[in-house]
T-cell receptor, first 116, second 108 residues
């Protein structure tokens, strides 16, 4: 079974631009979560989608948004990019979003975004 | 959200040595996972262990939920064990919170 895939793997943008990142979960997984990893702040939760609905959201400004499609694929959008948005963006999928082992998160390889 | 503290922040081992990594968390949790992040940034699942003990080869983990800590044991370390180990927990707010990680360097 294929793992979580993320595209693109690397991205360079300039301040003020917007960017869209894509995540395809493991087949059959319905929950997709996004995380931002930076050297200063570590790994931080952005948001989680389950069955096309945002189930949870972290403490990020409204410039960060996402959505999930009926096939469970998810996209994350960042508008009006700032230098501080440079980070590794990780996507994770799980079978369900609940309180049992099926909630095990499986991560993709990440998209490394550089904002100049 | 839940506070997660990992110790030590850095660990240097000689190949073949054993080590213990610790994860303390500030509230009751429903999900606790250990991950290994390789040099390319990929987070690899090691254990899903909200309570109890599990073993997988040279790695094992124990979580004592009532005392709010988890331990990851690495035995007979190899250079391929190098990387950053993260503990992540999910509480009643459903948000997965990560610790700052323990950077392990295994020298040949």
């Amino acid at each position: 079974k294929a793992g979580v895939t993320q595209t693109p793997r690397y991205l360079i943008k300039t301040r003020g631009q917007q960017v869209t990142l894509s995540c395809s979960p493991i087949s059959g997984h319905r929950s997709v979560s996004w995380y931002q990893q930076t050297p200063g702040q570590g790994l931080q939760f952005l948001f989680e989608y389950f069955s096309e609905t945002q189930r949870n959201k972290g403490n990020f400004p409204g410039r960060f948004s996402g959505r999930q499609f009926s096939n469970s694929r998810s996209e994350m959008n960042v508008s009006t990019l700032e230098l501080g948005d440079s980070a590794l963006y990780l996507c994770a999928s799980s079978l369900i979003t609940s309180l049992n082992p099926l909630d095990t998160q499986y991560f993709g390889p990440g998209t490394r975004l550089t904002v100049l | 959200g839940i506070q997660v503290e990992q110790s030590p922040p850095d660990l240097i081992l000689q190949e073949g040595a054993n080590s213990t990594l610790r994860c303390n968390f500030s509230d009751s949790v429903n999900n606790l996972q250990w991950f290994h992040q390789n040099p390319w940034g990929q987070l690899i699942n090691l254990f899903y262990i909200p309570s109890g003990t599990k073993q997988n080869g040279r790695l094992s983990a124990t979580t004592v939920a009532t005392e709010r800590y988890s331990l990851l044991y690495i035995s007979s370390s190899q250079t391929t064990d190098s990387g950053v180990y993260f503990c992540a927990v999910r509480g009643n707010d459903y948000k997965l919170s990560f610790g700052a990680g323990t950077t392990v360097t295994v020298r040949a």
